[in-house]
């Protein structure tokens, strides 16, 4: 049996149909933006992995602290220890996140961090007198993650998880913001979106635990970039409620909107905030969620007086060594003027897109480059073309985008988008 024939047989891929398994390609290796496969093929790698890789595969300084660190202490519990890559780690985090925030707990993924997120806002309002409050609110187009309470807080109709309704929680949903990114702000709340949500949570706030939103940029919900003075608006109906705010930086933290964090676009701090994708520059995976203090407090001061959550991998060194290598690169590289060329190449070569047949809308922030169409399109369509682009793109719903990595050269960058309209002709 050939190695392709076994990943047919026996592997499963994700949101993959196995009886009729679409294409895939053996990776042999990967360095900066380019992918080779096992037959010398070589391709583009423009969705930064699912998001992570924003210095490029293989960095050496990544591969640098990934070495040190496992021939020191790959891993230890963080049950009753600690160690030197998860406190300097932390040091930097809390440096760089909005001020406020300053209690860190690590997991091993994203979905968890969302998980841990929501866990917190319960564990509070329970230990602040509030034991009703355990369901969430958030805005539909959204995605969280594919854990099950993060699942919950999924689009219920357009998302991936749809199919699990009745089975997760229900929660509540109001309708996305309407003004998009860019748009002027109006204080028209039934047109600015905030008067639904205000509704919403005053409807249901004695059972709203918090209200969790992904900042200005929706990732696998839709790819949709909003206004962030809705997000002013959201930390004001909070408070006004006692409800709180996580944010789910997963997609964008650490520069893809073009600033460290989408939650800089606002003028408001969350009581949670979630981050995950490439805070080891897509090495490995790891995720943390940082909370305030008053958060941790209220916890700490309540029965059972611990925060009842403790993943095994938690802190794990070697995870914690890579992100800290990670994070001097954006503290010494140059990724803002790297992350607004790359916004104004989306912009200039994907124009002439507007006027395709089939093409509903064109968008463009930061590190991601969007083609939305006016219909669905098919991922395992577009992966028969990446040999023939030597692009690799997968597009999901009614999208073709992109989001390379920030090392991506302007030639590279003409490569990605020549083959984002290719697509956009033939799907």
Request: a negative charge.
């Amino acid at each position: 049996m050939t190695p392709h024939d076994f990943d047919r047989t026996h592997l499963w891929h994700p949101y993959s149909n196995v009886t009729k398994p679409g294409p895939t390609h053996i990776v042999k290796s990967a360095e900066g933006v380019w992918l080779t496969l096992e037959d010398g093929t070589r391709m583009i790698d423009a969705m930064s992995s699912w998001w992570p890789v924003i210095h490029g595969h293989r960095h050496p300084a990544l591969l640098t602290a990934a070495h040190s660190q496992l021939d020191r202490l790959p891993h230890v519990m963080f049950g009753g220890l600690t160690h030197a890559p998860a406190i300097d780690l932390g040091k930097r985090l809390i440096a760089m996140l909005p001020a406020g925030l300053d209690r860190i707990f690590y997991s091993d993924s994203g979905s968890v961090a969302v998980e841990v997120a929501l866990k917190m806002a319960v564990q509070y309002q329970n230990a602040t007198g509030r034991p009703d409050r355990t369901q969430f609110a958030t805005i539909r187009s959204g995605y969280h993650g594919d854990t099950w309470k993060a699942m919950s807080v999924c689009d219920p109709d357009t998302g991936m998880h749809h199919l699990f309704r009745g089975a997760v929680s229900v929660q509540h949903f109001a309708e996305r913001p309407p003004l998009r990114f860019g748009d002027d702000w109006t204080d028209d709340e039934a047109l600015n979106g905030i008067g639904p949500l205000r509704a919403l949570l005053a409807q249901n706030q004695s059972h709203i635990a918090a209200l969790i939103l992904e900042p200005v940029v929706q990732g696998a919900g839709g790819m949709y970039f909003y206004h962030p003075n809705y997000l002013n608006h959201a930390r004001q109906l909070c408070d006004d409620h006692g409800i709180l705010l996580i944010f789910d930086e997963i997609a964008t933290g650490f520069g893809r909107t073009g600033h460290m964090f989408a939650t800089d676009f606002c003028a408001v701090i969350p009581d949670i905030i979630c981050l995950g994708k490439a805070l080891t520059g897509g090495t490995m995976s790891f995720a943390a969620t940082i909370a305030r203090q008053s958060v941790a407090d209220a916890i700490g001061h309540a029965s059972p007086g611990a925060f009842m959550h403790g993943p095994t991998f938690m802190a794990n060194p070697l995870a914690c060594a890579v992100a800290g290598a990670s994070l001097d690169l954006l503290a010494t590289g140059d990724w803002k003027t790297r992350v607004a060329a790359i916004e104004a190449q989306f912009t200039a070569d994907l124009a002439p897109a507007r006027t395709m047949p089939g093409v509903a809308d064109v968008r463009v922030l930061g590190a991601i480059g969007v083609i939305e169409m006016d219909h669905a399109i098919s991922a395992d369509i577009a992966h028969g073309y990446t040999r023939e682009t030597g692009v690799y793109l997968r597009p999901f719903g009614r999208n073709i985008y992109a989001m390379p990595p920030f090392v991506t050269t302007p030639d590279e960058m003409s490569q990605i988008t020549t083959a984002m309209i290719r697509l956009a002709t033939v799907m």
